[in-house]
């Protein structure tokens, strides 16, 4: 039997972990003694944010304006691997009822919830840990994560029926959101001196994937030992965050440390995953993150991955493919890409390092 048909061990939520009021965390959940200090301090945090592009220009109709927005995305890409968008033109009023609906869900009894109990098969449901390796350490967030494309694996069923409005709020908001992936799949590819519509075509044109994990960050006795999210790059296409508006907690390599991302009001955090890496032979590179959390506050964040479809072979783009720069990672579906997070967890940036060397 694969080891991705069960949880090697019983779930635990984390959310009945903080509710019961301790004040020392299990040792499962402690994972920053463990992480060597950094040689290079971040840069205070106040100074340094990713940087916020507003996309208005874009629309704008003046030719000027938008290449100067297309060259901030670009630098963005190539800098940091992730930007924050605004005038974007998702509605404020869907992204906040969106948000707040699942802070409910994540507020209803845990019997409720447990109804969606999600397995390491697909991972769709109500999950508390990513990740199937036995007594491995964990991460203090529980989530629920569902299917939006393609429509053959979208199954309403699986989605919380409580709050009443959910399911009707996230088929809005995905719809919303896929409509912003194709605009910025668009960019990315003008960008990187392709073809408008190559980029999307590599991942299957209409059929490409999405899938939606809201995460949830229950407060934590003790912050400084936990992670919310343990480093990661995203094995997808592209993310766009939609955080919670007053709880920061994203934080992205920067060298050798950790910048804390400040949202911008309404805005959607960008950023590159590893197929995008893949497909443009690293002129674009997924950039490792983390979540930090608190002991004050709890915090929920909404992950929309943008993927190409799972059957399609990805490679470098044949554009970005030269004698001076030869493919730099060998084809592989989005299927097979993703076993890995489903079984070893977050690891960083070791899954798309491990593809380059292997080639
Ligand atoms: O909660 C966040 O800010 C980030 C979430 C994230 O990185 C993820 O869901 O992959």
């Avoid at 949880?7 to 020392?24: A, C, F, N, Y």
């Avoid at 769709?124 to 990740?131: A, I, N, T």
């Avoid at 190559?198 to 991942?203: H, V, Y």
Wanted: aromatic letters at 10%; proline letters at 8%.
């Amino acid at each position: 039997m694969s080891c991705l048909q069960s949880w090697p061990e019983p779930i635990v939520r984390v959310q009945s972990l903080s509710d019961s009021g301790m004040t020392v965390i299990p040792d499962r959940y402690i994972k920053r003694l463990s992480e060597p200090p950094s040689p290079v301090e971040s840069p205070p945090e106040t100074e340094v944010n990713i940087p916020v592009i507003d996309l208005s220009n874009i629309f704008s109709g003046d030719d000027s304006l938008r290449d100067e927005t297309l060259s901030l995305i670009s630098s963005a890409c190539r800098e940091w691997g992730f930007f924050q968008v605004v005038n974007h033109g998702v509605s404020h009023e869907l992204m906040s009822r969106t948000r707040e609906v699942w802070r409910e869900f994540f507020h209803l009894p845990v019997e409720e919830k447990i109804a969606y109990a999600n397995s390491p098969a697909t991972y769709e449901g109500y999950g508390s840990r990513l990740g199937v390796e036995k007594g491995m350490k964990l991460d203090w967030s529980d989530y629920f994560f569902l299917h939006f494309l393609p429509k053959s694996l979208r199954d309403q069923k699986k989605w919380p029926m409580f709050p009443p409005s959910c399911r009707e709020l996230v088929a809005q908001y995905g719809e919303e959101l896929v409509r912003l992936c194709g605009i910025l799949m668009k960019v990315f590819s003008i960008n990187l001196g392709l073809e408008e519509d190559c980029l999307q075509k590599a991942f299957g044109g209409e059929d490409i994937g999405a899938c939606l994990r809201v995460n949830f960050y229950p407060k934590c006795p003790q912050p400084d030992l936990a992670l919310g999210l343990s480093p990661h790059s995203d094995p997808g296409g592209m993310t766009l965050l939609l955080p919670d508006e007053n709880v920061s907690g994203l934080q992205v390599r920067r060298g050798h440390g950790w910048v804390t991302v400040k949202p911008a009001p309404n805005a959607f955090i960008v950023n590159i995953g590893d197929q995008i890496q893949v497909l443009s032979n690293a002129n674009y590179k997924s950039v490792e993150h983390r979540v930090i959390v608190n002991s004050a506050k709890e915090r929920v964040s909404l992950a929309f991955f943008y993927n190409p479809n799972g059957k399609i072979p990805i490679k470098p783009a044949e554009k970005l493919v030269s004698e001076d720069r030869p493919a730099l990672y060998p084809a592989m579906t989005f299927n097979e890409y993703r076993l890995f997070i489903r079984t070893r967890g977050p690891c960083g940036k070791s899954q798309v390092e491990s593809l380059k060397s292997q080639h």
